[in-house]
Each structure stands twice: as structure tokens, then as C-alpha cells.
């Protein structure tokens, strides 16, 4: 699903502009800013997009969860375009938003979706596809690595029209590029996904931790744990433990902490730390090259490969995923239908 998001757009030899709609070459240089609203998982997704749009794009971008945005009096600042992300363009708190934000002053507004013929994508002015054909489970799971991947494009277009700096279009392009054949790669930590998922199964609790582009990746990870496997758990970044949730660790709350080597991860260590001093059983997914390993209390599974920025958030996800899975299997719920939520939520 990932190669076909990403082929697509490529390999067709079609301007990524005109991918978008047939008004995007004009749009596009007007927009200065971005506003995401989306839900679930998607929100997640969009939280990572902020880092794709600020950093590589050169844009300020804002994040909301849908279900708040009309509630507010947005003040929009000129030049702001506003991107909806759903996975199936029928999430009622999006579509809400999608329509209340029409006609506030916004340079146009654009949906990231995965069902081609829903409201969001008829009503949107601008639309990026992703390919991830129908999820077959309530919670999304390649909507999400597909979304990052369609938001990762997104940022190579708004790079091109405010930056104007074609290095960093073609390293975002060069990055995407690489990330199906990772993810291949990281699905052979199956197998320490289920060890470590032997650890979680009788656990009511557990805190997953993440700096950066890697937060949303983190709360990604909690939700779907909590979604499929009913243990509460619950994302922080990671410099926030000393703000409250010290107070939660010990032995019996397994902590995740997902640890590319990037600029943070000095930090990240020293987050660590932190936890182990007061006896927390850590469980870290990490970038071979962090010097981060396995000892008394700390559980290490390493990434087949260094993984770049831009791609980290998409790959290191997956290992998170196959973790929810075995978790939720060792526990016999249903993986599928989980108790008390929709596929889609429409009222
Ligand atoms: C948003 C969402 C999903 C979640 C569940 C309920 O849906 O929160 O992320 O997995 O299915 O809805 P969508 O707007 O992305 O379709």
C-alpha cells in the first residue's frame, strides 16, 4: 500500500501539482501557513506533518484534533491553507470542520484521504490519494503509514514553492523513496515484537515515550495498544516525565520508547535514565547506531538500518503495531472488532 501512495505519484511522470487538483499550481504559491484538523489516528499523522511542513517545508503549521476546531472562533492568518486527514472522508467532526472552515478566509482547503468517492474528497478544493486500499480492522493501521507517506509528499510540494530549494525536494523525494523496502525489512521484528508482547499481556498498564517526530509516533503506539489490547495506556514526550508521570513508574508498568538516532536522542537517553533510576522495565526500539543496548532492565530491539527524519515516523510505527497485535492476541481480544468502537465515526 505504501510503494502503490508513493509509485503513484512518481512514477506516472505526472507534475505532483496536478496530482492535487487543477487548480493547485495556483494555489500553492499563496499558501505562508497550514492548518490540520483530523481525528484518531489521523490526528497522529498529522501531528507528525507539522514536522514534514515546518522543517522541511518552510511553512508554520497548527494541529487539531476536529472534533474542537468549530467550537472555537479561529483567527486565521492570511495565506493559511486548511488540510483535512481522514482515512475514510466520512469522520462527522472532520467533515464539520471541513465545511465551517469553508468561507473563514482560508487560501483553500485540501483533504488527505483514502476513499476516493467520499464527502471529504467531493468537497475539498485540493485532494492527495492514499493508496491504502480498504482496512479491513476498525483501527487503521496502513491508513496511517500511508497518510505519512502522502503528508511527506506534501511537504516536498510546499518545499517547492516556498523554499524554492530543490536539494530539499529531491532529499524528501530520495527518503520516501527508500521507506517501503525498511518497512519490509522491519517486519522481521515480528518475532521480538511477540516476545516483548509476552511481557505486556498481563499488564494494565503501560507509557510509551517519544521526542519530536517521534511523539505522535508514541501516541500512535498507545493507541493502539489501548484500541485492540484494552491496557490503558498513554503517550508523553518523553522531556515531560519529570512534569507528572514519574510518579507512575515502576516494575509493573512496561515503558516503550522509540529512539531513532536524530538531534534529540542525547536527550532521549537522559529520559531514560530517569526511568530505570525509579526501577521502570523499558522496552526501546532504537537506530542501531544510538549505542543504545540491552541490559538488566532494558530491553533493546534495533532498527535493520539507520533510518533518516523524514522517514523514521512511518517505519518505526510498524514495529508499534505488530506490538498491539500480539499483545491483543496473548490476551484473546478481538483484533478486528474491538469492543465499543466504529470503523468510521458518522454521528
Ligand atoms: C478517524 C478514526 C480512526 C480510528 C477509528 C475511528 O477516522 O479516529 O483513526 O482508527 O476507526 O476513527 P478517519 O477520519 O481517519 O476515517
Redesign the pocket.
Known sequence: ALGDTLSERFAHGRPLEAVLGPDAAELLPQVRGVHIV??????HAGLVARYYLEQGGGVPCTVEVASEYRYRDPVVPPGTLFLA???????AD?LAALRFARGSGYVATAAICNVPESSLVRESDLVLMTRAGPEIG???TK?FTTQLAALGLFGMLVARHNRLDARMEKLYARQLLHVPAQVEKTLQLESAMIKWAEWFADKHHALFLGRGPSFPVALEGALKLK?ISYIHAEAYPAGELKHGPLALVDADMPVVAVAPNNRLIEKLKSNLQEVRARGGQLFVLADPDTGIRSEPGIEVVTMPEHIEALQAPLVYTVPLQLLAYHVAVARGTDVDQPRN?????TV
Open positions: 483530523a481525528c484518531g489516528t489521523s490526528y486527514i481522514s482515512q475514510s472522508g466520512e469522520t472532520t476498525v483501527a487503521s491508513a484500541e468502537l466504529a470503523k468510521s465515526v
